[in-house]
């Protein structure tokens, strides 16, 4: 639930741009929403035993989330991550003609906070987390000569984070007949930590899947990052705290999966 003085905080804001009745409960509606997503359960270390009972769950919010994006992909023929901002700046642009921009642009300071919040709980759990080894070359105070270390991993959480709750909120108040992130809030409310479509190569077929990342123990790895793609039916790769995207490590044996591609991205499969 959101505290009371964010509440206040809303409604001052509302009274100020003089916000309908009807507007007006949609944006109580969604924040309080976003801020009840409880980043203290998404970066808690589970067990892995405990990770793999929520695997068809967690499934079928990605396939959810996938199919929700997938129009705005085959429309505009580009990547399904690309594909997010298709639905976000049609909304930006309709808050202009129904006069809500300048509210959300106040609004968004709000929800920016929540993913703050989201951030420096993914930051004490890094803090606590096995991370990747420390270049010799890396400037530990700028972080500047590496461009992943597990304090940049935490901030890619929290920016993401604050993508998707913006996302959502002016979705929800813009677009009313069909809000497609949705499932992405579902997604966190089922404890993901990050979300990002990636480009991936397996067996010579390329394909670009969903993955969610999520804090994990593994006794003979430590307290790692999960790496779940959609539709793995059981968790086959992890990540350490501060190692690239690109790498993932499997959990046993070796993997044929590679990340060929990753954030905005154009990809096109064979």
């Known amino acids: 639930m959101a505290s009371e003085t964010d509440m206040n905080v809303l409604n001052t804001m509302i009274s100020k741009y003089q916000i309908d009745e009807k507007v007006a409960s949609l944006m109580a509606q969604a924040f309080t929403r976003i801020n009840a997503v409880d980043e203290t359960k998404t970066f808690r270390y589970e067990s892995l035993e405990e990770f793999e009972k929520r695997l068809p769950q967690l499934n079928y919010l990605k396939e959810k989330a996938t199919k929700s994006f997938r129009p705005f992909a085959e429309r505009y023929d580009t990547s399904l991550c690309a594909s997010m901002g298709v639905p976000m700046m049609e909304s930006i642009t309709k808050s202009r003609k129904t006069g809500n921009y300048e509210v959300f642009h106040e609004i968004f ?21 096995t991370k990747n080894k420390v270049p010799s070359a890396y400037n530990i105070v700028f972080d500047r000569d590496s461009p992943w270390t597990y304090r940049n991993e935490a901030e890619h959480m929290e920016e993401y984070a604050r993508y998707h709750f913006n996302s959502y909120m002016i979705n929800h108040v813009e ?34 899947r969903l993955a969610t990342f999520h804090t994990v123990n593994i006794p003979d790895k430590g307290n ?13 790769h992890y990540r350490r705290w501060g190692e690239p995207y ?19 991205q154009r990809f096109h499969a064979d």
């Open 246 to 264: 690109f790498t993932i490590n499997p959990i046993s044996g070796q993997t044929k999966l590679k990340v060929i591609g990753i954030a905005d």
């Open 224 to 236: 790692i990052i999960a790496v779940h793609m959609t539709g793995d039916e059981k968790l086959f």
């Open 109 to 129: 300071g709000l929800t920016n906070a929540k993913a703050k919040r989201f951030g420096l709980a993914a930051l004490y759990s890094a803090i606590n987390g």
């Open 175 to 208: 677009n009313t007949e069909s809000n497609p992130f949705e499932p992405v809030m579902e997604l966190y409310e089922y404890g993901a930590g990050d979300f990002i479509f990636m480009q991936t190569e397996q067996d010579e077929r390329t394909s670009e």
